[in-house]
Nanobody
């Protein structure tokens, strides 16, 4: 089992950058695929990005390709999401999630509490 805590959210203007971090507890962090999802008001939670256990493969939603980068540091039990060129439509609560195998769906068994990202025009 793993517990996840996100940090790094905030408010920025269009074109700005933010870096989200997710700290995982537990000794098996490196066993998990880590994902980032987001949920905007009135919308369903959607996939943003994911990274395999060793960082060898990453996956990104089309809406964030070229702007967001996911990375992980297994020694520090952290996964990060660098978000550049932010747009108002990126405004959402961002969630960190863990799963043993990659999936772009909301079927991850472990979730953090979320962190708010607000992008103003």
């Amino acid at each position: 089992q793993v517990q996840l805590v996100e940090s790094g959210g905030g408010s920025v203007q269009t074109g700005g950058s933010l870096r989200l971090s997710c700290l995982a507890s537990g000794r098996t962090f490196s066993s998990y695929v880590m994902g980032w999802f987001r949920q905007a008001p009135g919308k369903e939670r959607e996939f943003v990005a994911a990274i395999t256990w060793n960082g060898g493969s990453t996956y990104n939603a089309d809406s964030v390709k070229g702007r967001f980068t996911i990375s992980r540091d297994n020694a520090k039990n952290t996964v990060n999401l660098q978000m550049n060129s932010l747009k108002p439509e990126d405004t959402a609560v961002y969630y960190c999630a863990a799963r043993y195998r990659y999936s772009p769906n909301n079927d991850y068994p472990y979730w953090g509490q979320g962190t708010q990202v607000t992008v103003s025009s």
